[in-house]
């Protein structure tokens, strides 16, 4: 089984046969409390999944916010790392893409928005599915004015996104794996730096 993990909106859960097939799947659409529910939702899903070894993890790595994304990535690599398996990141919204292309049916050029936060939002462009059956990005993702962005399409097709299927990361993650490929780094896809900064070099009082 290959397990997916993403907090980048609400907090997502699944796990998915070697063929994609969903063999459970919990979640909660609220953008905060993900350190309070991820273990619960990961003890759930592991239990409806019944029996069957989980062979990889696949982390969502955003566009999200700071605190609430690196949430969802700790627990991934906890799970894969207790585990000795490997950890396959996914950009959370080619999970979103995926979900629009094949359980939606939309066809053609669409955009992905999902609240940023501070009126911003955060807008990757898609264009179908590629020969290994992942949604082909046609611009990269990019912070916008939530007032902007419509603008900032001009007229591409807008699909606001307000929380992730876990089953469609797996997949997305499975469909990788078998091609070889990966999809994005390390790091998680932030956008902005965190509020947090290490302080500066002391300022020298003069005498």
Excluded: C, N, W
């Excluded at 459970?24 to 991820?38: N, S, W, Y």
């Excluded at 955009?111 to 911003?120: G, L, N």
């Amino acid at each position: 089984m290959i397990l997916a993990v993403d907090t980048s909106l609400g907090s997502a859960v699944a796990l998915i046969d070697a063929d994609g097939a969903t063999r459970a799947e919990a979640g909660t659409t609220d953008p905060l409390g993900h350190a309070e529910v991820i273990g619960d939702l990961l003890v759930d899903a592991l239990a409806a999944a019944g029996p069957g070894d989980v062979t990889h993890v696949v982390a969502g790595m955003g566009p999200g916010p700071f605190t609430g994304l690196r949430i969802g990535i700790a627990a991934a690599r906890a799970f894969a790392l207790g585990r000795s398996i490997p950890v396959i990141p996914v950009p959370s919204h080619v999970a979103a893409a995926l979900a629009v292309i094949e359980d939606d049916g939309v066809d053609g050029p669409f955009a992905i928005v999902t609240d940023a936060r501070r009126r911003e939002v955060a807008i990757t462009v898609f264009d179908g599915s590629d020969s290994d059956g992942i949604p082909q990005i046609t611009a990269q993702t990019v912070l916008v004015l939530a007032a902007d962005a419509d603008t900032h399409l001009d007229g591409i097709r807008r699909i606001d996104v307000t929380s992730l299927s876990g089953a469609a990361l797996a997949r997305v993650g499975a469909r990788a794996l078998s091609a070889g490929r990966v999809l994005t780094g390390g790091e998680p896809l932030y956008l902005r730096s965190p509020d947090v900064k290490l302080p500066g070099a002391p300022k020298r009082v003069g005498l």
